[in-house]
């Protein structure tokens, strides 16, 4: 295992589909999804004591992951929203005052995009379709042919996922992520994320 990127671009995930989604959407001027995937890291369960339980907490890992990060984005931006709102927005200054408030607004800006960033990752994650996380999680849940069942769905589990986004079979999901970041990030946020 590695640090290093480069080992992990896989480059269908990682280069065509990114980029053919641009250039579709450079082309056509819509606003497709925009997303990718790297290498998947392989994991042995034998190394687990208890092999199925580990394999939980492996699927566990990532979204929680996610969501701490989400959550602390967001405690921090509401934490510094204040601040900006009542010191700087809406207030003209000096040089250095202006550069303090871009660079305030470009950390509530970053805190923005990496909490919904993180929403996104952690609820995709979450879908039970190999080799998403969500898959790991219901098949400790499932009886022996269920499990089966997960395992043939393996090798086709991208492109069912491809067939989701492609026809549209995630649009609930993405209100629900709208209506999870009203509600974290508020309204004064948002409208400074669409600046």
Avoid: C
């Avoid at 004591?49 to 699927?59: A, Y």
């Avoid at 005052?97 to 871009?102: A, I, M, R, Y």
């Avoid at 190999?130 to 898959?135: C, I």
Wanted: glycine share 12%; charged share 10%; aromatic share 14%.
């Amino acid at each position: 295992m590695t640090l290093n990127p480069l080992p992990h671009i896989d480059p269908i995930g990682t280069i065509l589909i990114p980029a053919g989604l641009i250039l579709l959407r450079l082309i056509t001027g819509g606003g497709f999804f925009i997303f990718g995937w790297a290498k998947p890291v392989p994991i042995d369960p034998r190394y687990f004591k208890d092999p199925e339980k580990g394999m939980l907490f492996v699927g566990l890992a990532g979204p929680m992951t996610n969501l701490a990060l989400f959550s602390l984005a967001s405690l921090l931006g509401r934490s510094l929203l204040p601040l900006y709102v009542n010191f700087f927005l809406g207030k003209g200054g000096s040089f250095f005052f202006e550069l303090g408030s871009n660079a305030f607004l470009a950390l509530l800006y970053f805190l923005g995009v990496f909490a919904i960033i993180n929403t996104i990752l952690a609820t995709f994650n979450l879908i039970p379709i190999p080799p998403l996380d969500g898959s790991r999680i219901l098949n400790y849940f499932l009886p022996a042919k269920g499990k089966q069942i997960m395992a043939q769905l393996e090798r086709y589990g991208f492109l069912i996922i491809l067939a989701l986004i492609w026809l549209g079979g995630l649009q609930g999901l993405f209100s629900l992520l709208n209506n999870l970041w009203a509600f974290a990030l508020g309204n004064t946020w948002i409208s400074l994320l669409s600046f």
